[in-house]
């Protein structure tokens, strides 16, 4: 049913990820070939207690990277550059505030993904509340 549309269905034994993304679209994120995942930022200069959790957990190493992937998915399609700069700003303040803690990491970046592929689905528009939230920046 549509009520199930950005939800996570599946994980399979190979570390793929499936999202439905409509009542019949599903969304599959796959894994990085060729050693340990990486994160989409260096690791030397790793700076917060969630950088650092992703960069020692080689699952939201790749779930950062596929949010990198989303995130410049976005770009050719987001209407107002601006916004989407203060959206992502303030994702990011919202993952920091997960320090440590890999559940909610995990959480934060299969919130972000579902978020930027809603962005790419409907052709650039902001989520509501995102659009609501990045108002407040200058």
Do not use: H
Request: proline share 3%; hydrophobic share 35%; glycine share 6%.
């Amino acid at each position: 049913s549509s009520s199930l549309k950005g939800e996570w269905i599946a994980k399979d034994g190979s570390g793929n990820l499936y999202m439905r993304e409509t009542c019949t679209t599903l969304l599959e994120l796959k894994p990085q070939l060729g050693g340990a995942p990486r994160a989409s930022f260096s690791c030397k200069a790793a700076a917060t207690e969630s950088e650092k959790a992703i960069c020692s957990d080689p699952e939201l190493a790749s779930l950062d990277r596929g949010l990198a992937d989303a995130f410049e998915m976005t770009r050719e399609v987001w209407t107002n550059r601006r916004e989407a700069r203060c959206a992502q700003k303030q994702w990011l303040a919202r993952r920091d505030s997960c320090r440590a803690d890999a559940a909610c990491l995990r959480r934060a970046l299969f919130e972000r993904i579902t978020s930027l592929v809603a962005v790419v689905m409907t052709n650039g528009q902001l989520d509501p509340s995102e659009l609501e939230a990045s108002r407040s920046c200058r």
